[in-house]
């Protein structure tokens, strides 16, 4: 019978190794991400509050209210209005005495079309705002702060309100990671022990 080979068998259970560490983590992360979608679904059925500078994440889907004084610029990307139509919404940066913010300021058909709103007091629920990143960018590039976004309940004029954000939406696929990293720890195991099996019989 031949010997199991030391440096190839090293190799395989150091992965298998890393693989099963790297499951555990996504369970780590499944119970952290459902703490925190628990602590933003208490913030939605909270009163009103002013908006925090800089905006707090601990205060993420409750409902705030700033004021505009005024629009540096306006941006678009895909939304949806609350009976389900898509479109696109239009989110100004506002620029306020204490800071920056960012208002979703509803949603209409025309990407191109810029609201008249000049400002104002904006009403609604804290989310995050669109980076417009790549999601590879986001994954391994250099990590940034996320912008805190209102998405305001009045909309500009002439254009729909968007959905209100909502923390059932906040995904946690951590469960599934954890499950495929346990599965490719086994399926190596499998396959090693196969092809020593195979060796042995030459």
């Known amino acids: ?3 199991v080979p030391v440096v190839a068998t090293a190799a395989v259970l150091l992965a298998v190794a890393i693989m099963i560490a790297l499951g555990v983590w996504q ?3 499944k119970g952290e991400k459902e ?5 933003f679904t208490a913030n939605a059925g909270k009163p009103l509050a ?7 994440a601990g205060m993420m889907f409750r409902r705030v209210s700033a004021e505009c004084p005024a629009v540096i610029d306006w941006t678009t990307t895909a939304g949806r209005s609350p009976d389900g139509k898509t479109g696109w919404r239009h989110v100004a940066r506002c620029r306020a005495a204490d800071g920056v913010f960012r208002a979703d300021m509803g949603v209409g058909s025309d990407p191109a079309a810029r609201p008249g709103w000049r400002g ?9 705002a669109p980076s417009g990143r790549p999601a590879i960018v986001a994954a391994f590039g250099e990590k940034t702060v996320p912008e805190r976004m209102i998405v305001a309940e009045t909309p500009a004029p002439g254009l729909a309100p968007s959905r209100q954000p909502d923390p059932a939406d906040v995904p946690n696929n951590h469960l ?3 499950v495929q990293w346990f599965a490719f720890a086994a399926i190596a195991l499998v396959i090693y022990a196969l092809a020593l099996r195979r060796r042995a019989r030459g």
């Open 120 to 128: 104002g007091t904006v009403t609604g629920l804290l989310t995050e």
């Open 27 to 29: 369970l780590q992360r």
């Open 50 to 56: 002013p908006l925090s500078r800089p905006p707090d």
């Open 1 to 3: 019978m031949r010997r």
């Open 176 to 178: 599934a990671y954890a």
């Open 35 to 39: 703490a925190m979608i628990a602590r």
